[in-house]
């Protein structure tokens, strides 16, 4: 099982779950190693299953929470990064948002929602964060404004925060599991690793063109 493509089914010849309605396009395959069908998400993507499925991703500075049921297991991960503003802010308040804040409130509310709408309750609703490493050259440390934007956000909701490993300066790579809410991550300690770099650079030079509104509320 070499290609990506002959890792589209499992070794029975099965394939991954349904996926919900809004996530057929996220990319799926069968995890040898973990002996389970997984969901990876890039910058700027999320993923929501109710099916024993993993959701995988590799952090800089960006954040990931992992929000799920812990009731009707049903769960999800985001990967998101804040713009870069003039002045470095971008702090949540919960009412006036700035664009950068705008950003990270929108990644969070449509995770969250988009597990509430598949059957979850947010009575439920227990969350785990995960990045912020301090990995690009930049005068602003993106990865803490993140992690603040994100601790400040689940504070302010009421939300329960069940773990968290976040800022130092390496890469981490998330496996998440909402079925069961286990979380297997591993600090990327080869700081060679141009490829995340790369697409964390990348990713802030589009968010700086994007123009980013939010209207969602939370249910």
């Not at 589209?8 to 995890?31: C, H, L, M, S, T």
Request: hydrophobic letters at 35%.
């Amino acid at each position: 099982m070499s290609s990506y493509s002959s890792r589209k089914v499992n070794p029975a010849g099965e394939a991954p779950p349904q996926p919900y309605e809004g996530f057929e396009k996220i990319n799926r395959y069968w995890d040898a190693t973990n002996k389970i069908f997984s969901a990876k998400i890039l910058p700027g993507e999320f993923y929501v299953t109710g099916e024993n499925e993993m959701v995988t991703t590799v952090l800089g500075s960006c954040v990931s929470a992992c929000v799920r049921d812990k009731v009707f297991l049903i769960g999800g991960m985001n990967h998101f990064m804040l713009p870069v503003d003039a002045d470095g802010s971008g702090r949540w308040s919960g009412e006036m948002l700035d664009r950068s804040t705008r950003y990270g409130n929108f990644a969070m509310e449509h995770l969250i929602n988009e597990v509430l709408r598949n059957g979850g309750m947010r009575k439920n609703l227990e969350i785990k964060v995960f990045g912020g490493g301090r990995v690009l050259k930049q005068a602003t440390d993106i990865g803490q404004k993140n992690i603040d934007f994100v601790l400040e956000f689940i504070r302010t909701e009421g939300l329960q925060l069940l773990a968290k490993d976040v800022g130092d300066i390496y890469p981490r790579k998330v496996n998440y599991f909402p079925a069961t809410g286990k979380v297997r991550m591993k600090k990327l300690r080869n700081m060679h690793n141009e490829t995340i770099i790369k697409r964390e650079e990348s990713y802030i030079h589009a968010l700086e063109e994007e123009k980013v509104e939010s209207s969602i509320e939370l249910f």
